[in-house]
């Protein structure tokens, strides 16, 4: 029972996180808990205050051209989705489950009025309630007409969101968003899925330095990733281009393929990426600029689409269901998590103004460090491509008595955790 109780803690400790600091200005925060980033000594410090380099509303032309590529996983069962659609289908409750005036039928250019009603009922969080069973997989959940082309990786029904944010002083951050139907969670020792959600905001940033990329980071369960661009993985087609890989179900985002570790030791709460079908969202986007708060329409895809869309990226609700009651017969408990959380907060929440590439830091992560790694972490398991660790030396040694020394004087492995850990 006692390992049980200690795994829920782990489980619940994991999900809570911080964001990062946000200022008028400084360097960027890439450091681990041992040592500071180097490779970036040379550049300035953000200033978003400071010598900006593009005007509101418009897009550089970099941004689309080191866009990253998605791959969805070859199982996946909740694709891409419309927001405005998706919308349609949905009507305003507050959080006590009493219907919000005015919000019974919804679409996607009133979303921010309902603004107004939160802010009526001192702050009272507006959700999106699904109109029928969201439980039953409907196609706005699902999106299962929505799987990219494979002549060029287009999803006609499902726009990505760019949201592009000056940083002054020859920085730019192009943040990426993608919105699925519904997020299926992970499985905990074989048991789940705990932590579904209707409604799936995920995203990417690509940060550039006078119109060079230099940090990839990806979102991943309430955190994630950030890399050095140059050593990513690049579209064989097109070597520009970084290859993200969207997790089963989760859709968190991910620099291999494999299974992919986190928040638990032991390899107890995993997701996995492969190959699957690839998506490009400059096919089909919708484009804004930010600053100071501000949105400012800029042309995606499909010219004027932005307008057509209104003002919905202030709506500050939640962009699905409230967390069902106990009372609720698709509603299940485990010592882990409830089987249906609270939909998601949108892009606005995601800490757009952020110094550092990291959105926000985990609960452990008491230095407020933002390791961007030099090296992806390679996937596990049979669909990984291969380790990078060096804990392969073990494999290669055949001797019993040295490898049992290498062990003994690598602490059983431990070494090599620390300097991936300070290395990447």
Same mark, same amino acid.
């Given at each position: 029972?006692?390992?049980?109780?200690?795994?829920?803690?782990?489980?619940?400790?994991? $999900?809570?996180?911080?964001?990062?600091?946000?200022?008028?200005?400084?360097?960027?925060?890439?450091?681990?808990?041992?040592?500071?980033?180097?490779?970036?000594?040379?550049?300035?410090?953000?200033?978003?205050?400071?010598?900006?380099?593009?005007q509101d509303g418009q897009v550089p032309y970099y941004?689309?051209?080191?866009?990253?590529?998605?791959?969805?996983?070859?199982?996946?069962?909740?694709?891409?989705?419309?927001?405005?659609?998706?919308?349609?289908?949905?009507?305003?409750?507050?959080?006590?489950?009493?219907?919000?005036?005015?919000?019974?039928?919804?679409?996607?250019?009133?979303?921010?009025?309902?603004?107004?009603?939160?802010?009526?009922?001192?702050?009272?969080?507006?959700?999106?309630?699904?109109?029928?069973?969201?439980?039953?997989?409907?196609?706005?959940?699902?999106?299962?007409?929505?799987?990219?082309?494979? !002549?060029?990786?287009?999803?006609?029904?499902?726009?990505?969101?760019?949201?592009?944010?000056?940083?002054?002083?020859?920085?730019?951050?192009?943040?990426?968003?993608?919105?699925?139907?519904?997020?299926? /969670?992970?499985f905990v020792m074989g048991t789940g899925p705990f932590g579904n959600h209707v409604g799936d905001?995920?995203?990417?940033?690509? *940060?550039?330095?006078?119109?060079?990329?230099?940090?990839?980071?990806?979102?991943?369960?309430?955190? #994630? #990733? $950030?890399?050095?661009?140059?050593?990513?993985?690049?579209?064989?087609?097109?070597?520009?281009?970084?290859?993200?890989?969207?997790?089963?179900?989760?859709?968190?985002?991910?620099?291999?393929?494999?299974?992919?570790?986190?928040?638990?030791?032991?390899?107890?709460?995993?997701?996995?990426?492969?190959?699957?079908?690839?998506?490009?969202?400059?096919?089909?986007?919708?484009?804004?600029?930010?600053?100071?708060? *501000?949105?400012?329409?800029?042309?995606?895809?499909?010219?004027?689409?932005?307008? *057509?869309?209104?003002?919905?990226?202030?709506?500050? /609700?939640?962009?699905?269901?409230?967390?069902?009651?106990?009372?609720?017969?698709?509603?299940?408990?485990?010592?882990?998590?409830?089987?249906?959380?609270? #939909?998601?907060? /949108?892009?606005?929440?995601?800490?757009?103004?952020?110094?550092?590439?990291?959105?926000?830091?985990?609960?452990?992560?008491?230095?407020?460090?933002?390791?961007?790694?030099?090296?992806?972490?390679?996937?596990?398991?049979?669909?990984?491509?291969?380790?990078?660790?060096?804990?392969?030396?073990?494999?290669?040694? *055949?001797?019993?008595?040295?490898?049992?020394?290498?062990?003994?004087?690598?602490? #059983?492995?431990?070494?090599?955790?620390?300097?991936?850990? !300070?290395?990447?």
């Open positions: 029972m006692l390992p049980l109780l200690v795994l829920s803690l782990l489980l619940v400790l994991g $999900s809570f996180s911080h964001p990062t600091k946000t200022s008028q200005g400084g360097n960027l925060h890439v450091n681990n808990i041992l040592k500071n980033s180097k490779r970036l000594s040379g550049y300035p410090p953000l200033f978003p205050e400071h010598k900006r380099i593009i941004v689309v051209e080191y866009a990253p590529l998605v791959h969805l996983y070859s199982e996946e069962k909740y694709f891409p989705c419309d927001i405005a659609r998706y919308v349609d289908h949905f009507h305003a409750v507050f959080g006590n489950g009493s219907d919000v005036p005015g919000g019974q039928h919804l679409n996607i250019g009133a979303l921010s009025k309902l603004n107004h009603y939160s802010a009526a009922k001192k702050g009272s969080e507006v959700f999106l309630m699904a109109n029928t069973d969201f439980d039953k997989n409907p196609d706005y959940i699902t999106g299962r007409h929505n799987k990219p082309k494979y !002549i060029n990786g287009e999803i006609e029904e499902a726009p990505a969101v760019l949201i592009v944010v000056d940083k002054g002083n020859g920085w730019v951050d192009a943040f990426w968003f993608y919105f699925y139907g519904f997020n299926l /969670g992970p905001w995920e995203h990417s940033l690509v *940060r550039f330095y006078n119109g060079s990329p230099i940090i990839v980071w990806m979102s991943a369960h309430g955190g #994630g #990733g $950030s890399y050095f661009y140059k050593n990513l993985e690049k579209h064989y087609n097109d070597d520009k281009r970084p290859v993200i890989f969207s997790a089963r179900g989760t859709h968190a985002n991910y620099a291999s393929v494999g299974q992919q570790n986190h928040d638990l030791p032991w390899a107890m709460l995993s997701d996995f990426t492969d190959r699957g079908p690839l998506w490009d969202p400059t096919k089909n986007f919708l484009a804004y600029t930010y600053s100071d708060g *501000r949105i400012t329409y800029a042309n995606g895809s499909h010219p004027k689409r932005e307008e *057509r869309y209104g003002d919905w990226l202030y709506f500050e /609700g939640r962009w699905g269901d409230n967390k069902l009651p106990s009372s609720d017969e698709r509603q299940k408990w485990s010592p882990f998590e409830w089987k249906y959380i609270a #939909g998601p907060s /949108g892009p606005l929440s995601k800490n757009l103004d952020r110094l550092s590439p990291c959105q926000r830091t985990k609960w452990w992560n008491f230095w407020d460090g933002c390791n961007t790694r030099v090296y992806p972490k390679m996937g596990q398991g049979i669909e990984s491509e291969g380790n990078n660790g060096c804990g392969n030396i073990f494999r290669g040694i *055949r001797s019993g008595i040295v490898r049992s020394f290498v062990q003994t004087i690598t602490w #059983g492995g431990w070494a090599c955790w620390v300097l991936d850990l !300070i290395y990447g």
